[in-house]
């Protein structure tokens, strides 16, 4: 999944997911981050 620094990146970690990719100044001044989860 994806979400952006400005939203509630904080709030998936929490849940479990990783950071495993991000696209910096997209858009300018934030990042686009790409997250993981295992599920079992």
């Known amino acids: 999944m994806d ?5 509630a990146p ?4 929490k849940l ?6 991000e ?3 997209f858009p300018i001044g ?3 981050l790409f997250l993981k989860k ?3």
């Open 23 to 25: 696209l910096p100044d």
């Open 10 to 13: 904080e709030f998936y970690q």
């Open 3 to 7: 979400t952006f620094s400005f939203q």
């Open 38 to 40: 295992v599920l079992r």
């Open 30 to 32: 934030h990042r686009r």
């Open 16 to 21: 479990g997911y990783t950071v495993f990719g």
